[in-house]
């Protein structure tokens, strides 16, 4: 993984995890209010606009690990050339869908100049739904950057499951022989 990837990856990671702490100390924060007879009027809202962002960033965050649906299992029971061949046409359909999204979305963002969410009219919706083309850019980028290694890896016929087996079983097996009792 080069420098870049790590450090998106690590941003990613970071934003990802700030907005799952956030949206379950508000969910915790709710109930209790709730509980008390106080319920917060704008949680229903902000609860849906961060769960669509942990979706976009999260998405982000499955595309720099490669772990987004794919059909490994299918794509390495190819020849070499088949696989090579899907592997491009598969990445060019990820790129097209995305790149129109975004493009799409930003577009919309421009229908909803002026308007703000319901229960807090001080936050507009361009900010709340502006995550829909970040994502998608985030999305591409991610795609860009983990796109090398991925080609490498289809053209040596391996998944990147198996790499990430195959490092548990040696990392497992190397705690083994340096755990209490081990030969040493």
């Not at 319920?39 to 979706?55: C, N, P, R």
């Not at 998405?59 to 794509?75: E, K, N, Y």
């Not at 990445?91 to 869908?97: C, H």
């Amino acid at each position: 993984m080069t420098a870049a990837a790590r450090i998106v990856r690590i941003c990613l990671e970071a934003v990802t995890v700030f907005l799952l702490v956030t949206l379950a100390v508000i969910v915790v924060l709710a109930v209790i209010y709730r509980y008390a007879g106080a319920s917060f009027i704008w949680y229903d809202e902000v609860a849906s606009v961060m769960l669509a962002w942990i979706t976009y960033y999260g998405a982000a965050l499955a595309t720099m690990r490669r772990s987004h649906l794919g059909f490994p299992g299918f794509v390495l029971s190819l020849g070499r050339v088949g696989r090579m061949l899907l592997f491009a046409v598969s990445e060019l359909i990820v790129y097209a869908v995305f790149v129109t999204m975004a493009w799409a979305s930003w577009i919309v963002l421009d229908v909803m100049e002026g308007e703000t969410l319901v229960s807090l009219d001080w936050i507009p919706l361009q900010f709340t739904q502006s995550v829909v083309p970040i994502g998608c850019a985030l999305f591409v980028l991610a795609q860009i950057l983990t796109t090398p290694e991925a080609w490498a890896r289809a053209k040596a016929g391996r998944s990147a499951e198996a790499e990430e087996i195959e490092q548990e079983i040696k990392k497992a097996q190397d705690d083994l022989s340096d755990g209490p009792g081990a030969p040493g």
